[in-house]
């Protein structure tokens, strides 16, 4: 079953990210409250995604546990395959979101991180970023349904 596993905002740019329970999605806006509500340069870059089993890899790798809010995604997931979403689109509860493209794991992030090789580690499994097609309310546990 797929699943949101976390949600994950920040307030401003460069600020630790926190958890929350549960987000507003606007169309076309972004998550009310993030550092991105309608602060992007590109459409599809209104909400990252990044699959839980991605970040377990790079732990179990690294022997290291880092925490899930710390690779800065909006969305943690579970069961799912995000790469194989790209020109797709996904609902979760009312929400709808079109999967653009891949996120490509950054030096800010493998500096932020303290993980030398994270660059070369996480390639093509550092998360996506989605537009929002619909808006709504998503909460942790929501299930993800995949709709084309």
Known sequence: MSKIKAI?????NGENTFYIN???LNKNKGIINDRFYN??????????????ENIDYLNNTIKK?????N???????SGINLNKLVKKEIKINDVVL??????????YLQNKL????????????SGVYAEIIKSGKI?????????N
């Open 8 to 12: 994950n905002i920040t307030n401003l």
């Open 22 to 24: 549960q987000a507003l």
């Open 39 to 52: 602060n992007f340069k590109y459409m599809y870059e209104q909400v990252t995604l990044i699959e839980s």
């Open 65 to 69: 546990q880092i925490n899930y809010k």
């Open 71 to 77: 690779f800065r995604r909006n969305i943690i997931t």
């Open 98 to 107: 079109k999967i653009h493209q891949l996120c490509q794991p950054c030096k």
């Open 114 to 125: 303290g993980v030398n090789n994270f660059v070369k580690l996480m390639v093509n499994k």
């Open 139 to 147: 909460s942790i546990n929501d299930k993800i349904k995949i709709i």
